[in-house]
Nanobody, 124 residues
Framework: QLQLAESGGGLVQAGASLRLPCVAT????????AGWFRQAPGKEREFVATISFNGATTDYSHAVLGRFTISRDNAKNTVYLQMNSLQSEDTGVYYC?????????????????WGQGTQVTVSS
């Protein structure tokens, strides 16, 4: 069974950067597309970024385009989310997700594997 574990969250000031790794265990991540989602207090979970199984294709929400970068290292069974120029609106719990298809998706219900999430808080 594929298991995902996020880390790297924390409290930062606006304008700072964070990198969130998502480490997969149990099975290889190399044949699975992955994505990052986030959930702010009182709001629904929303799409952030997605990446294909080999990293060739990525997609981002308009809210993070140009500031966040999703990447992966299949040799390390890890997906990353590099977050630059953080804003208070980026505050929330960030979740890593994976699905046993080669292409990514912005739809959370198309992912079968989820991590527990990591809290990111951006102070203005």
């Amino acid at each position: 069974q594929l298991q995902l574990a996020e880390s790297g969250g924390g409290l930062v000031q606006a304008g700072a950067s964070l990198r969130l790794p998502c480490v997969a265990t149990g099975r290889t991540l190399s044949n699975a597309a992955a994505g990052w989602f986030r959930q702010a207090p009182g709001k629904e979970r929303e799409f952030v970024a997605t990446i294909s199984f080999n990293g060739a294709t990525t997609d981002y929400s308009h809210a993070v385009l140009g500031r966040f970068t999703i990447s992966r290292d299949n040799a390390k069974n890890t997906v990353y989310l590099q977050m630059n120029s953080l804003q208070s609106e980026d505050t929330g719990v960030y979740y890593c997700a994976a699905r046993r298809l080669l292409t990514g998706s912005a739809q959370s219900n198309e992912y079968g594997y989820w991590g527990q999430g990591t809290q990111v808080t951006v102070s203005s």
